[in-house]
């Protein structure tokens, strides 16, 4: 391969990077509607300022938003690295960092997303709000590790992809190896 061709399939690896990264946040910010439009909000009651949970089925919806958060991100981050992946024929390592920046990128943007759809702050309205006034909880994701699944799902089906299908990677050069070795043999041996 000359030097010339070699930089023009680098180019269009480190655009498909930067497309990866691309898509990565557009589809976190699809997932965070998706993950506010999934979510039932817990009802809370204002009471001398304080919030108090009307039912224990509004307490058990608590918790949802951050399974909903874990399980609309397994799925969108799976599909996103399975593209880039089967996308990927060259240059694995740059669209392994693509896949962590943008898994990365993505778990921010979903969760940004998904607040901002959601309702405002409990504390804030009950802060003015008068006694008995019924409140929407805020979409929240308890703990740090549900925004590890982005990154986590990714590696993990980009890695399935990668040696799922190890000859796709790397085109023709092992072919080409093969058939130069292949005449080489067939030429017999040469002359002194």
Known sequence: MTDEVESGELRRSVLLAVGVVLA??????????????????????????????TDYASLRRVFSGTG???LVSAVASA??????????RRHELLILGAVVLGSLAAAFTMHAVGVALGPPDPAAVAATA?????????LVVNGKTPYA??????????????????????????DDAST??????MAGPTPR
């Open 79 to 88: 599909g996103v690295a399975l593209v880039a992946g089967l996308l990927t």
């Open 24 to 53: 990565y946040v557009v589809v976190g910010a699809v997932a965070g509607v998706v993950w506010e439009w999934l979510w039932t909000p817990p009802t809370q009651v204002v009471q001398k300022h304080d919030l108090f949970y």
């Open 180 to 185: 130069e070795s292949t005449e080489a043999d």
């Open 130 to 138: 008068a006694d008995g006034k019924k409140v929407s909880a805020q």
């Open 149 to 174: 699944v982005w990154p986590m799902i990714s590696l993990f089906v980009l890695a399935l992809v990668f040696f799922a299908s190890p000859g796709a990677r790397f085109g023709n050069r092992h």
């Open 68 to 70: 909903l958060y874990a």
